[in-house]
């Protein structure tokens, strides 16, 4: 493989993060033109400006860490985001509707991916795989897809496992082929990564992605 860096979106997202992280965070992303950065809502504004006109693309999360807020607090903050300048968003779907047994969180995303589209937006969903059995994997991957998510993201990194390679082929496997995967959480070594790639992951979210790419770089 020789381009690991354009699997890679830095991830910020810890709740004591500093300005000067963020700064850390555009730089090195610009460096080694990462695929993107991923921070929280706050940012938005500061990092497109700092971003200029590298080709990174500028990631946010709505709904974020637990997906419980109500479907027009995610519309409004979506809306937002993209006035803000990001480029992709990773909506938390509503765990709490889909363990109930409600069809909601179709409805939800099918919502959100209509006004992502509209503004050529990237819509990513990310569905907590730690809190789910491999049936239901199988079945949010086909809720987020029918509801026309761009990708299936597995983890917010606040759960209680994050990205596995036996969960990323499952999700390829029942995935149609133009639906992305993003593995995140607990991505911390070229090894893990590397395997996450081979079962089918076409992001991978890290907060590791510059120790990532030096490591790879002396493998």
């Not at 300005?19 to 938005?44: K, Q």
């Not at 597995?154 to 390829?172: C, F």
């Amino acid at each position: 493989m020789n381009n690991l860096n354009r699997f890679l979106e830095s991830t910020l997202l810890k709740p004591t993060m500093t300005a000067t992280e963020v700064d850390l965070l555009v730089r090195e992303a610009i460096e080694e033109r990462f695929v993107g950065v991923c921070v929280p809502p706050f940012w938005l504004k500061k990092v497109r400006r700092d971003l200029g006109e590298a080709d990174v693309q500028l990631v946010t999360v709505i709904g974020f860490p637990f997906g419980f807020t109500d479907t027009a607090t995610k519309v409004s903050e979506t809306r937002e985001a993209i006035r803000q300048g990001a480029d992709e968003l990773d909506l938390v779907w509503s765990q709490t509707a889909y363990h109930s047994g409600m069809n909601w969180p179709k409805i939800e995303i099918a919502q959100i991916a209509k006004i992502c589209h509209e503004e050529e937006r990237i819509l990513k969903v990310i569905i907590e795989t730690a809190n789910l059995d491999e049936s239901q994997i199988i079945e949010a991957c086909l809720i987020c897809q029918d509801a026309g998510a761009d990708f299936v993201k597995t983890s917010t990194g606040y759960g209680s496992a994050g990205a596995k390679v036996e969960h990323i082929k499952l999700m390829r496997e029942n995935l149609s082929s133009n639906v992305g995967i993003k593995a995140s959480g607990g991505i911390k070594t070229v090894d893990f990564a590397l395997e996450l790639i081979k079962a089918g992951a076409d992001r991978i979210g890290t907060s590791s992605a510059k120790g990532l790419i030096d490591a790879w770089r002396n493998t």
